[in-house]
């Protein structure tokens, strides 16, 4: 049964921090890793999706990378902002098909 | 486009009550799928569905029912609802998949479920 992890729970940083979340699988055998973010009361948005074959996705100052391999998945946030304040959750899409998710990172950027 | 809208955006309900959910989307999409997440649970697979007139039991599917009529509506229906079913509940949908190329999946806003 896939597994997914990330840790720690929680992280407060200083506004302007580059910073790094992390993700891991226990199953590497998966079609996709995406990356969201939920605000507080609200949905998830899709943040990046990277594909099997992939090996990182960009957008903006949002970086993901993937080695599947080593079943790890990492979220880099260049600059941090107060606005980035979120729970980040990290899903993997398997062979049944089927996302599993992570029990999210609440990340609180400090002004 | 609306994306994918659900209704209610909140409910309470007594134990033994029924209810529906509506998850509707607007993006032609082929697989709807409905979640809940609880505290320290993180999000989990309720049923889903891979197109019109087809659902299938995902990870935690005692106590709910669905039904997938019409392509862009996905209702999720509780027959006799229990304390351990409040939650909050998301629905979401992605595009057909292709050659094992899936897609990403988009979210509703959810509903905010509470059983007494």
């Known amino acids: 049964k896939q597994e997914v992890t990330q840790i720690p729970a929680a992280l407060s940083v200083p506004e302007g921090e580059n910073l790094v979340l992390n993700c891991s699988f226990t199953d590497s055998a998966i079609y996709n890793l995406q990356w969201f973010r939920q605000d507080p009361g609200k949905g998830l948005t899709s943040l990046l999706l990277?594909?099997?074959?992939?090996r990182e996705q960009t957008s903006g100052r949002l970086n993901a990378s993937l080695d599947k391999s080593s079943g790890r998945s990492t979220l880099y946030i260049a600059a941090s902002q107060p606005g980035d304040s979120a729970t980040y959750l990290c899903?993997?899409?398997?062979?049944?098909?089927?996302?599993?998710f992570g029990k999210g990172i609440t990340l609180s950027v400090r002004p | 486009n609306a994306g994918v809208t659900q209704t209610p955006k909140f409910r309470v309900l007594k134990t033994g009550q029924s209810m529906t959910l509506l998850c509707a989307q607007d993006m032609n999409h082929e697989y709807m799928y409905w979640y809940r997440q609880d505290p320290g649970m993180g999000l989990r697979l309720i049923h889903y569905s891979v197109g019109e007139g087809t659902t299938a039991k995902g990870e935690v599917p005692d106590g709910y029912n669905v039904s997938r009529l019409k392509k862009q509506n996905f209702l999720l229906g509780l027959e006799s609802a229990a304390p351990s079913q409040t939650s909050v509940y998301f629905c979401?949908?992605?595009?057909?998949?292709?050659?094992?190329?899936?897609?990403?999946?988009?979210f509703g806003p959810g509903t905010r479920l509470t059983v007494l």
């Open positions: 990277i594909q099997s074959s992939q």
């Open positions: 899903a993997v899409r398997g062979a049944n098909s089927k996302l599993t």
């Open positions: 979401a949908s992605s595009p057909y998949s292709l050659a094992g190329i899936y897609n990403e999946q988009f």
